[in-house]
């Protein structure tokens, strides 16, 4: 129980240095959350949100899964999604990959591992999908459909009922696809933003010639 207790003191320690450079920042929390952000990333451990883009609490709202996945049927997701979108009014919404992931490791690896096969299963279609992927070296193939699964989930987003009501009402918000590099902590924008369904059919054109 020793390091539960460490954490427990770490908190005591975050929270009195909050309060003293800043009074009144708690204060502000409990009156309304306003983030212009939803993320949607992987629960690595090593890639936490509010940290990799330098924003405090309350300035970006947060959805983590293994292999940072959207799912037509993940009711869990979905309403994160609704709730963003809809309550929040958040501008963006961020779905963000990273290099090494290990649930695309996993899928490339191809050994059962028990349930979370069948989580894994979207992803294991996507790549069935690129042959090509198969013509490059491990690491490079291993990068090549972290990335690759991002722009998956960028068109899955796009194409739940969340995001066509709220482009079908005019509201203003748009969909990015990014991979963070756990090796040097920098963000790469994989150039598949959304802002409408006309982006959402650029995207869909694009991800098949990907195929």
Same mark, same amino acid.
């Given at each position: ?6 954490? &427990? ?17 708690? =204060? @502000? ?10 993320? &949607? ?20 709202? $947060? ?7 959207? +799912? ?19 501008? +963006? ?35 069935? @999908? ?20 991002? @722009? ?13 009501? =709220? ?7 748009? $969909?990015?696809?990014? &991979? ?24 869909? $054109?694009? +991800?098949?010639?990907?195929?």
């Amino acid at each position: 129980m020793s390091g539960l207790h460490d954490l &427990i003191a770490a908190n005591r320690a975050w929270a009195e240095g909050v309060k003293a450079s800043d009074p009144e920042f708690f =204060a @502000r929390l409990c009156d309304q959350q306003q983030p212009e952000y939803l993320w &949607i990333g992987c629960s690595d451990s090593r890639v936490p949100a509010n940290q990799i883009v330098g924003l405090l609490p309350g300035e970006i709202f $947060v959805h983590r899964n293994v292999g940072n996945l959207v +799912h037509q049927t993940d009711l869990n997701c979905l309403a994160v999604l609704q709730f963003a979108v809809e309550v929040l009014q958040v501008r +963006h919404v961020i779905v963000c990959g990273h290099y090494g992931c290990g649930a695309v490791q996993a899928v490339l690896d191809g050994r059962p591992l028990g349930l979370i096969d069948n989580w894994l299963r979207n992803i294991e279609i996507l790549y069935r @999908r690129c042959p090509q992927l198969d013509e490059l070296p491990a690491g490079e193939r291993l990068d090549a459909l972290c990335e690759h699964n991002v @722009r998956a989930q960028v068109q899955a987003v796009c194409d739940t009922t969340v995001l066509r009501a =709220a482009w079908a009402r005019g509201q203003d918000v748009t $969909v990015h696809g990014w &991979i963070y590099g756990i090796a040097n902590g920098l963000v790469k924008d994989l150039a598949v933003s959304c802002a409408g369904p006309e982006d959402r059919n650029r995207l869909c $054109v694009q +991800h098949l010639a990907l195929e």
